[in-house]
Each structure stands twice: as structure tokens, then as C-alpha cells.
Antibody, heavy 119, light 110 residues
Framework: QVQLVQSGAEVKKPGASVKVSCRTS????????IHWVRQAPGQGPEWMGM????????DYPQNFHGRVTITRDTSTSTVYMELSSLRSDDTAVYYC????????????WGQGSLVTVSS | ETVLTQSPGTLSLSPGERATLSCRAS???????LAWYQQKPGQAPRLLIY???NRATGIPDRFSGSGSGTDFTLTITRLEPEDFAVYYC???????????FGQGTKLEIK
């Protein structure tokens, strides 16, 4: 069965970076895009970017100003999201989610990883 | 960026009643690229509807979606206890070609 399993909770100081992993299984890794979506407490989800695991191409929204980097390891079917220059308002649950290319919706999600930014 | 505004913010209904949730976009959205998700506390969002009106695998037929342009609706007929949750609409497109979500409608038991 399809599974997206994320790494555990992290606590970081302002200005630091965090790297969250999403290990996939149960389907062909190269055939689905992987996106990252975050959700701050009490807020709606926010899209952070995506990767095409097949070719490695990425796409990011402008509002993160180059702070997000998404990479993949095809040997382990794992996708990584690194967020740099952390601020307190980056405190959120971070999710990876799968998209069949060109459908523009997310059919499977990881369980979420809580990132807390605090001095 | 296409902003999605959901209403009402909170909807209080009883099991067995009908729920109508609204999602309004700041600019026209392709019907292909409008989806709805359900989220329960401590869980990831779950896909309910894609392409405005198509139910995802395993979603019961009491859930239906409709709409076009800037106005979209999620309808839940005959509410079951497990339906009380937060619902989000999501779109892809706009001038910046990005994904955006609404702020959510909380469906609570009256």
C-alpha cells in the first residue's frame, strides 16, 4: 500500500535550518510528484514547493524567497525538504504529499512533522 | 496569487442534516484544478473531491462537489458523526501558477 513516512519532530533556534525527510513506498517513486505543504497552528495549509522525483526538477513559490530546497534520493525513494533562516513564524506541521503529474491535487499525505522554532 | 475564501468559518449542524460549504476564488479557477480535503485533529488532510466534482477513492456518495469559475460548493447530505471535521478547498493556477488553500470551514456538532 502507498505510504509516505516522515521524520520526527524538531526544535530549532531562529536563524538555523531544518531538514525533513519523506520516505515513500508502495508505488513507483519516479511516477508521482512530491510536494511539501505546511500548516501553522489554527491556519490553513500553505504550499511550499514540489519535486519531480524522476528528473529532479523543482518548483517553488516566490513567497519563501529561496529559503526552501527540495531534493530526492532515488536509491531510497526519499524526498527531503530543507528550510533555512528559520523564524518563529515557521513553527508549523510540515507535510509531504503525492501528486499524479498534471492532476494538481494531493491523493496521499505523510503523517506530518512538527517543527518548532524557539529561542 | 488566487485567494480562496471559505464560508462559513464554522457550521453547527446535527447528524442526519445536510451541510453546504462554500469556496470563493479571487479569480477564475479551472474546474479541473479545484479539490476539497477533510482534516481531523492531529491528522493529515484527506482528499475528498478532485476536479470540482469527482469523489476520491473510498469517499462515500453523501459527499458531492459542484461549481465553476469563482464559486464552488461541497455538499454533505445526511451527516454522519465521523463527518465533523475541518474542510479545506484547494486550487492550482493563477498568474503565479501555484497551489493555494482556503482557510477552512469547521463543521461541528450542534
Amino acid at each position: 500500500q502507498v505510504q509516505l513516512v516522515q521524520s520526527g519532530a524538531e526544535v530549532k533556534k531562529p536563524g538555523a535550518s531544518v531538514k525533513v525527510s519523506c520516505r515513500t513506498s508502495g508505488y513507483m517513486f519516479s511516477k508521482y510528484y512530491i510536494h511539501w505543504v505546511r500548516q501553522a497552528p489554527g491556519q490553513g495549509p500553505e504550499w511550499m514547493g514540489m519535486i519531480n522525483p524522476g528528473g529532479g526538477g523543482t518548483d517553488y513559490p516566490q513567497n519563501f524567497h529561496g529559503r526552501v530546497t527540495i531534493t530526492r534520493d532515488t536509491s531510497t525513494s526519499t524526498v527531503y525538504m530543507e528550510l533555512s533562516s528559520l523564524r518563529s513564524d515557521d513553527t508549523a506541521v510540515y507535510y509531504c504529499a503525492r501528486e499524479l503529474p498534471q492532476t494538481c491535487f494531493f491523493d496521499f499525505w505523510g503523517q506530518g512533522s512538527l517543527v518548532t522554532v524557539s529561542s | 496569487e488566487t485567494v480562496l475564501t471559505q464560508s462559513p468559518g464554522t457550521l453547527s449542524l446535527s447528524p442526519g442534516e445536510r451541510a453546504t460549504l462554500s469556496c470563493r476564488a479571487s479569480q477564475s479557477v479551472s474546474s479541473r484544478f479545484l479539490a476539497w480535503y477533510q482534516q481531523k485533529p492531529g491528522q493529515a488532510p484527506r482528499l475528498l473531491i478532485y476536479g470540482t466534482s469527482n469523489r476520491a477513492t473510498g469517499i462515500p456518495d453523501r459527499f458531492s462537489g459542484s461549481g465553476s469559475g469563482t464559486d464552488f460548493t461541497l455538499t454533505i447530505t445526511r451527516l454522519e458523526p465521523e463527518d465533523f471535521a475541518v474542510y479545506y478547498c484547494q486550487q492550482y493556477g493563477g498568474s503565479l501558477r501555484m497551489f493555494t488553500f482556503g482557510q477552512g470551514t469547521k463543521l461541528e456538532i450542534k
